[in-house]
């Protein structure tokens, strides 16, 4: 989405995300390719929610996105 003229004259709207798994990611950059400000608020010391990598037998992994399967 492009910005018109007119739009371009008034300052960008600022938006708030809350959480920084998948879909907060997903609308964050979404709501940033379309002209907008935005911040994103995640509780935790990283980004992805439920997805992660990790180490099974020394091989790298992807752990985390089947649980959303399991609740």
Request: proline share 1%; hydrophobic share 45%.
């Amino acid at each position: 989405m492009q910005r018109s003229q007119q739009d371009a004259d008034t300052p960008a709207r600022h938006v708030v995300v809350i959480g920084g798994g998948i879909a907060g990611l997903a609308a964050a950059h979404r709501l940033v390719a379309s002209g907008l400000r935005v911040t994103l608020l995640e509780a935790t010391d990283r980004l992805g929610g439920k997805l992660m990598t990790g180490e099974v037998a020394g091989v790298q992994v992807d752990l985390g996105a089947e649980s959303v399967l399991a609740r």
